[in-house]
C-alpha cells in the first residue's frame, strides 16, 4: 500500500469515527477525530462541514461559523453549509446575514423545503411579513409533510389574520409532531387568536406536559387564564415563566398589563416598558439620545416621541404639559395628523412630524416614547387627583364655521358616533360593532346623529340610514382620516360622542366633549370603575353574557332618559 493510500485509509476512518462519535453525542471524541482528520487534509469543505456541526452542538458558535464559511467558501456549491451559517447567524441576532446565506444556499438548491423555511424565519424576523409567508408557503408546497414548515406558516398566516388558514396547518403539524412541544403551543397560540381562550389553554398544558420548563406556553398559558377570568393564576404562570427565562419579554409585558388592569401602576408600568421588545408596540425608536428614566429635568431639554397608535398617542399626550413644565424645553414628534392639535395644546414645545428613522436629534438631550410619560407622573391612582380631560384645544376659527354647520341640521341633541376600528380582524371584532346593530339608538327622539367613524364606511352608512329611516350627517370636505384638526374642530360643537375604544373616542374625551364608551375592561382603568384619564367618560360593558346588541339597546335606554 503506498503512502497515499493509507493517508485516505486514515482520513475515511477517522472521517467515519467523527460522524459516529457526533451522531452517538460523545462530541469531545468527536472534535479530536476531526481535528486530526483536518491535519490530513484541511481543505475538505465535508470535514470542515462536520466539525462545525460538533462545535455548535457545543456552543462555540464563533469556531462552528468559521468551520461553515471556510466550507462554503472553498465549495460554492455546498448548499448544507451556507444553510447552516445562516441558522448560525440568525441565532446571534444577524438577520439579513442569515437571509444572505439562506438565498446563497438555495441559488444551488432550490428545492430544499429546509431551505425555504429557514430563509423564511430569518425574514420574519426582520419585519418583512409578506416576503416570509411566501417563503413559508413555498416551504410546504415542496414538502407537504415539514412539521416545522407547517408550523410556521400557521403562525404567518395567523399574523395575517388568516385565522381558518392558521388553525388547518397547525393541525396538520400537530399530526405529524403529536409529542413536539411548540407544535401543541402554537396550535393554542392560533386558537388564542380565535378569542377561543379555554380551548387554547388546553394545548398550552399539553405543551407543559411535554417540557413543564417551556417559558412561552406559560407566559401563553397565563394570557388564557386571565382572559378566563383568573387574574391570579395567571400572575403565578407569568411568574413561572419568567423564572425560567428571567428576560422573556411577552411575559413582562402581560404581567405588566395583569397589574395595570388590577390598579397597580408602579408594577404595571415597569412591565409596560417591555411593549416594544415583546413585539406588542411596533419597533422602538433608536435616537442617539440617553433615555430618560425619570431623573431631574432641569437643564435638560427632552424628545418625546409618538408611539403606537393614535388613539394611544393621544391618551398619554395628558402627560406633556408635566413634561413641559419639568424640563429646560421639549420637542414632541408625533404622527403628522396631530402636529396642527398639539402645537395649539402645548405652546410651550416645538411640536413637529415623527421621523421614525431619524436617529440624530441635535436640539435634544433625553428621549422617552410618549408612553413612558406615566412611569413618572402616573406612578399611583392619586397622581391622577385633578384630571377632567379637555387638554387638547380645537381651532378656535374653524370651531365657528362648524358651530354654524351643525347649528343648520336643526334642534336636537347633537350625537356624534363612531362603531369600529378602521382595522377590522376576526379577533378584534369582538370589541367593536357593526352600524346596522344601532337601530335602538337610532330609534330615539330628539338626535341628530353625526359621522365620525373614519376610514371606509360609506356602504354602512347608506345601509343604515335606509334600514332604520336615520340621516348620519357627514361633509365631503372633512376627511375624517387625516384631518384631526378639522375633526376636533366639528367635535368640539356636539353634545355628546358614542364610541368603542377608538381614536374617535379618545379624541373627543381630551377635548372635553362628554363620551360614552362602549366594550369590555381594558387596563386604562387601572383596576377602577372608570378611566382615571378621563374620569367624566362614562363606560358601558357587558354585563354577564350580554353581547354588544345589549350593550347598544341599554345605551339607547339610557339616551333616551337624558341628561347625558
Known amino acids: 500500500?503506498?503512502?497515499?493510500?493509507?493517508?485516505?485509509?486514515?482520513?475515511?476512518?477517522?472521517?467515519?469515527?467523527?460522524?459516529?462519535?457526533?451522531?452517538?453525542?460523545?462530541?469531545?471524541?468527536?472534535?479530536?477525530?476531526?481535528?486530526?482528520?483536518?491535519?490530513?487534509?484541511?481543505?475538505?469543505?465535508?470535514?470542515?462541514?462536520?466539525?462545525?456541526?460538533?462545535?455548535?452542538?457545543?456552543?462555540?458558535?464563533?469556531?462552528?461559523?468559521?468551520?461553515?464559511?471556510?466550507?462554503?467558501?472553498?465549495?460554492?456549491?455546498?448548499?448544507?453549509?451556507?444553510?447552516?451559517?445562516?441558522?448560525?447567524?440568525?441565532?446571534?441576532?444577524?438577520?439579513?446575514?442569515?437571509?444572505?446565506?439562506?438565498?446563497?444556499?438555495?441559488?444551488?438548491?432550490?428545492?430544499?423545503?429546509?431551505?425555504?423555511?429557514?430563509?423564511?424565519?430569518?425574514?420574519?424576523?426582520?419585519?418583512?411579513?409578506?416576503?416570509?409567508?411566501?417563503?413559508?408557503?413555498?416551504?410546504?408546497?415542496?414538502?407537504?409533510?415539514?412539521?416545522?414548515?407547517?408550523?410556521?406558516?400557521?403562525?404567518?398566516?395567523?399574523?395575517?389574520?388568516r385565522l381558518d388558514e392558521a388553525e388547518r396547518a397547525h393541525r396538520r403539524a400537530l399530526r405529524l409532531m403529536p409529542g413536539e412541544p411548540q407544535a401543541n403551543n402554537n396550535f393554542g397560540h392560533a386558537l388564542q387568536a380565535r378569542l377561543r381562550p379555554a380551548e387554547a389553554a388546553r394545548w398550552f398544558r399539553r405543551a407543559l406536559a411535554l417540557d413543564p420548563g417551556y417559558a412561552a406556553a406559560l407566559c401563553n398559558l397565563g394570557l388564557a387564564v386571565q382572559r378566563l377570568g383568573d387574574g391570579g393564576l395567571a400572575d403565578r404562570l407569568y411568574g413561572r415563566a419568567l423564572r425560567v427565562c428571567p428576560d422573556l419579554p411577552l411575559a413582562r409585558f402581560n404581567r405588566g398589563l395583569l397589574r395595570l388592569e388590577r390598579g397597580e401602576p408602579a408594577e404595571g408600568w415597569a412591565g409596560y416598558g417591555w411593549r416594544f421588545a415583546s413585539g406588542q408596540a411596533g419597533g422602538a425608536r433608536q435616537p442617539r439620545l440617553l433615555a430618560w428614566r425619570g431623573e431631574d429635568l432641569v437643564g435638560k431639554r427632552l424628545l418625546i416621541w409618538g408611539e403606537q397608535g393614535v388613539g394611544d398617542t393621544i391618551l398619554f399626550?395628558?402627560?406633556?404639559?408635566?413634561?413641559?413644565?419639568?424640563?429646560?424645553?421639549?420637542?414632541?414628534?408625533?404622527?403628522?395628523?396631530?402636529?396642527?392639535?398639539?402645537?395649539?395644546?402645548?405652546?410651550?414645545?416645538?411640536?413637529?412630524?415623527?421621523?421614525?428613522?431619524?436617529?440624530?436629534?441635535?436640539?435634544?438631550?433625553?428621549?422617552?416614547?410618549?408612553?413612558?410619560?406615566?412611569?413618572?407622573?402616573?406612578?399611583?391612582?392619586?397622581?391622577?387627583?385633578?384630571s377632567a380631560g379637555g387638554w387638547l384645544v380645537p381651532d378656535p376659527a374653524r370651531v365657528a364655521v362648524w358651530r354654524e354647520r351643525v347649528a343648520a341640521l336643526g334642534p336636537g341633541l347633537r350625537v356624534g358616533i363612531g362603531w369600529r376600528s378602521a382595522l377590522m380582524t376576526e379577533s378584534r371584532r369582538a370589541a367593536y360593532s357593526r352600524l346596522d346593530q344601532w337601530g335602538a339608538l337610532f330609534a330615539v327622539p330628539g338626535v341628530v346623529f353625526v359621522n365620525l367613524q373614519y376610514g371606509a364606511c360609506e356602504a354602512e352608512r347608506v345601509a343604515a340610514e335606509d334600514r332604520f329611516g336615520v340621516t348620519i350627517h357627514r361633509w365631503d370636505d372633512l376627511d375624517l382620516t387625516d384631518d384631526f384638526d378639522g375633526t376636533a374642530s366639528l367635535m368640539a360643537t356636539l353634545d355628546l360622542v358614542i364610541a368603542p375604544a377608538t381614536a374617535v373616542g379618545e379624541l373627543a374625551a381630551a377635548l372635553g366633549v362628554p363620551v360614552w364608551r362602549f366594550g369590555g375592561r381594558d387596563w386604562t382603568q387601572l383596576g377602577t370603575a372608570v378611566r382615571p384619564w378621563f374620569p367624566a367618560q362614562r363606560l358601558f360593558r357587558p354585563r354577564g353574557g350580554e353581547d354588544v346588541q345589549g350593550v347598544l339597546n341599554r345605551m339607547a335606554a339610557q339616551l333616551s332618559r337624558r341628561p347625558i
Open 1 to 161: 500500500m503506498s503512502p497515499d493510500d493509507a493517508s485516505r485509509d486514515d482520513l475515511s476512518s477517522l472521517t467515519a469515527s467523527a460522524a459516529r462519535h457526533h451522531a452517538q453525542g460523545r462530541l469531545a471524541e468527536a472534535v479530536t477525530a476531526y481535528t486530526d482528520a483536518l491535519r490530513l487534509n484541511r481543505r475538505n469543505p465535508a470535514l470542515l462541514y462536520g466539525f462545525g456541526l460538533v462545535l455548535r452542538d457545543l456552543g462555540q458558535m464563533d469556531g462552528a461559523a468559521t468551520c461553515f464559511e471556510a466550507a462554503f467558501a472553498i465549495d460554492p456549491r455546498f448548499a448544507d453549509a451556507a444553510d447552516s451559517l445562516g441558522t448560525l447567524r440568525a441565532g446571534q441576532g444577524r438577520f439579513e446575514a442569515a437571509e444572505a446565506c439562506h438565498r446563497a444556499a438555495l441559488a444551488h438548491s432550490a428545492d430544499r423545503a429546509t431551505f425555504w423555511n429557514n430563509l423564511a424565519n430569518a425574514l420574519s424576523r426582520q419585519g418583512r411579513a409578506a416576503a416570509a409567508l411566501a417563503a413559508w408557503q413555498r416551504a410546504v408546497l415542496l414538502d407537504p409533510a415539514l412539521p416545522e414548515g407547517l408550523s410556521n406558516l400557521g403562525g404567518g398566516v395567523r399574523d395575517a389574520e
Open 317 to 386: 399626550s395628558s402627560l406633556c404639559a408635566e413634561a413641559i413644565a419639568h424640563a429646560r424645553s421639549v420637542v414632541i414628534e408625533t404622527d403628522r395628523r396631530l402636529v396642527p392639535l398639539f402645537a395649539r395644546s402645548f405652546p410651550g414645545a416645538l411640536v413637529r412630524p415623527q421621523s421614525p428613522d431619524a436617529v440624530t436629534v441635535p436640539d435634544c438631550d433625553l428621549h422617552t416614547p410618549i408612553g413612558s410619560l406615566a412611569r413618572v407622573f402616573r406612578r399611583d391612582l392619586s397622581a391622577f387627583a385633578g
